[in-house]
């Protein structure tokens, strides 16, 4: 079992930053791939970035490739999402997901998701 919980979302100028946290228990989560998604209000919900569980390997999605480093420290157990250059279409809940050996960019890959945490980027 692995229980998350995502933090740091907020609101903030177009333009600006923010870092968004994933704080795993349980045992697996060390050997666990996080995948970051988001949903907007009428939404389905998307992908937005990828990583293995030792870190080795990232995946973004295009729309935040380049703006949205993913990073992990095993040792805290915790996963991040720093946030630059945010644009209103940023706007979303994001939620942090983990699941064993996972990497993909399809919700139905990972088993746990945290409860998600509201991001808002105003113009």
Known sequence: QVQLVESGGGLVQAGGSLRLSCAASGRAFSRSGVG??????GKERE???AITWSGSN???AASVK????????NAKNTVYLQMNSLKPEDTA??????GYAKFGDETGEYDYWGQGTQV???S
Do not use: E, H, L
């Open 66 to 73: 380049g703006r949205f480093p993913i990073s992990r420290d």
């Open 93 to 98: 809940v994001y939620y942090c997901a983990a």
């Open 47 to 49: 992908f937005v970035a």
């Open 120 to 122: 808002t980027v105003s």
């Open 58 to 60: 990232t995946r973004y």
């Open 36 to 41: 970051w998604f988001r949903q907007a209000p």
